[in-house]
């Protein structure tokens, strides 16, 4: 089955630990991005790579860092989590840039809690 | 700066009626336009894509409209379904790769 598959789905964690979101899709995509989620707000990108080895900042990247080592996988790491960095957190991929039109699948979602 | 705006408050709709949600843009000149679901605690799903230069898109009992000169999206939904029930999000994206995203709004189908 064609998916994009986030773990954990859950997470609580304790300021400035530093965890690893792991995002990774088995439809050969080119294109993989990472979005935080807010009340209220629309989906906010964070990060987004066009394909191994190259990564972008989004919107939102202070904070995150990000690796694209393989086609796959794309994770999101947070080196010293604060409070404002509890969010949802989705991936997406896409088999070209956004900008061709090509539609995102999204992952399942982390919603994480810095406490 | 730009902005897109979604009915915030939830829509009510009887079922067997039309729901129509609206994606309003400012200062903003799209490409193309997206509409996704999304079900409580679950990743968006994409529905249908409209590019600037088409004014309606259908996809079964789904019609997208896209007006340049408004600065707006309508989806419809016909004869509608309590399994319609979802969170209906708009996203914008322009030529440079870049993608804006509405907040969303909820739609409630009743029986």
């Known amino acids: 089955e064609a998916q994009v598959t986030q773990n954990p789905r859950y997470l609580i964690t304790v300021t400035g630990k530093k965890l690893t979101v792991t995002c990774s899709q088995n439809?050969?995509?080119?294109?993989m991005s990472w979005y935080r989620q807010d009340p209220g707000l629309g989906l906010r990108q964070i990060y987004y790579?066009?394909?191994?080895?190259?990564?972008d900042k989004g919107d939102v990247p202070e904070g995150y860092k990000v690796s694209r080592k393989e086609k796959r996988n794309f994770p999101l790491i947070l080196e010293s989590p604060s409070p404002n960095q509890t969010s949802l957190y989705f991936c997406?991929?896409?088999?070209?840039?956004?900008?061709?039109?090509?539609?995102?699948?999204f992952g399942s979602g982390t919603q994480l809690s810095v406490l | 700066s730009q902005k897109i705006e979604q009915n915030s408050e939830a829509l009510n709709i009887q079922e067997g009626k039309t729901a129509t949600l609206t994606c309003n843009y400012t200062?903003?000149?799209?490409?193309?336009l997206q509409w996704y679901r999304q079900d409580p605690g679950r990743g968006p799903v994409f529905l249908l894509l409209?590019?600037?230069n088409e004014k309606e898109k259908r996809k079964e009992r789904l019609k997208v409209t896209f007006d340049t000169t408004l600065k707006q999206s309508l989806f419809h939904i016909t004869a509608s379904q309590p399994a319609d029930s979802a969170t209906y999000l708009c996203?914008?994206?322009?030529?440079?790769?870049?993608?804006?995203w509405g907040a969303g709004t909820k739609l409630i189908i009743k029986p």
């Open positions: 439809m050969n995509h080119e294109y």
């Open positions: 790579s066009m394909n191994v080895e190259v990564t």
């Open positions: 996203a914008l994206g322009n030529s440079n790769y870049q993608l804006i």
């Open positions: 200062n903003y000149s799209p490409a193309y």
């Open positions: 997406a991929s896409s088999l070209e840039q956004t900008g061709s039109n090509e539609k995102l699948f």
């Open positions: 409209i590019r600037e």
